[in-house]
């Protein structure tokens, strides 16, 4: 069996790249194909791996902006030639999953989600643009979602990263899906007794995650906050943040690890397709305070490893807060249900159903 990988890009290690580090470990001698590779940015076992770039490796900053390319993604992923392979796996968040492939190959897409700035955060992405900006993403994205939405039917079998993005898949693709939660790095992210008094958020500063809610939030009432990251943000944030705030940057991940061992409480404010961090926190036995919408509403047991709000309002992060400062949680049992997203767990799993599958395709079973 011929396998091949499919990416969107590598360009910063992230959770979807922890999946293509997976599927390369069960398939070692599988090339992975992508629009553009920076390996500067990558961890190093990523330089042994049979890496194949789209002609946009070598356009202008393709390294950094590659997303200013969206519109040639679609015919970059097309000139793949998959023709030699009996099984293909694409991993997809923008593009990957189409490539175009024969009758006699099997194409699994792992959806991390149907792009999101094409349709359920299209209106949050655009708000912020001026009037031309917006008038020509309008115009792009119109195009690019008929593409989307076609290529999906290229698609022989779809696995979704939760139920939040199953109900995506159907909403924008008309598909069904097989849910199997993202690996999470609990051998890593474990106990170690510490209890400070602060909380913690840990997140790319774009507006999107709406850390401005917790830092507003964490000013009136007082209490010592800390935030891990960095993005377009991370200016404005830092002026709403009182003395109680401490704004820490990017930090790598021994350091995350020891705020989290250390923290009482980790912070989710935003909107996710799935959201690991908060079960690396759970994974130190801490609670979370999160957003009661998408992924968090499978990771987050509320009133036992946590406490949801309902709004994306300052008000409503106080209240949450107020309510977790009379709460006790277990931390053992905080633990104990994170380790049910393990990395184990994961690639056993995805094995398990990408053989199944491609059994029933060898027998016709699969149209």
Known sequence: MKVAIIHDWLTVYGGSESII???????????????????????????????????????????????????????????????????VISSNTC???GVITGANTLHICYCNTPMRYGWDFYHEYVKPKNAVARFFIAWMMKGIRQWDRLSADRVDVFVANSKNV???????????????????????????????????????????KRIDLVVEAFTELGLPLK?????SEFERIRALAGGNVEMLGRLD???????????????????????????????????VLAFGRGGALETVVGDDTGVFFYEQTREAVIEAVRKMETMTFDPQAIRRHAETFSEERFTKQLYEFIMDEYKKFEEGKIR
Request: glycine letters at 4%; proline letters at 8%.
């Open 253 to 287: 991940d021994a350091q995350v690890l020891a705020h989290m061992q250390a923290c009482k409480a980790f912070v989710f404010p935003g909107e996710e397709d799935f959201g690991i961090t908060p079960i690396e926190a759970e994974a130190c036995g801490k609670p």
């Open 166 to 208: 199953a109900r995506r898949i159907r909403k924008h693709y008309h598909r069904d899906s097989e849910v199997i939660y993202p690996p999470v790095r609990t051998k890593m992210f474990v106990q170690d007794g510490a209890q400070g008094d602060y909380y913690l958020a840990v997140s790319r500063l774009v507006p999107y």
């Open 227 to 231: 935030v891990i990251g960095d993005g």
């Open 21 to 87: 580090r997976i599927l390369h470990s069960l398939f070692p001698d599988a090339p992975i194909y992508t629009t553009v590779y920076a390996p500067e940015n990558m961890p190093d076992d990523f330089r042994s791996m049979d890496i194949r770039t789209s002609f946009l490796q070598k356009m202008p900053f393709a390294k950094t902006r590659y997303t200013n390319y969206l519109m040639l993604m679609p015919y970059a992923f097309e000139q793949f030639d998959l023709s030699e392979y009996d099984l």
């Open 95 to 97: 593009c990957s999953k």
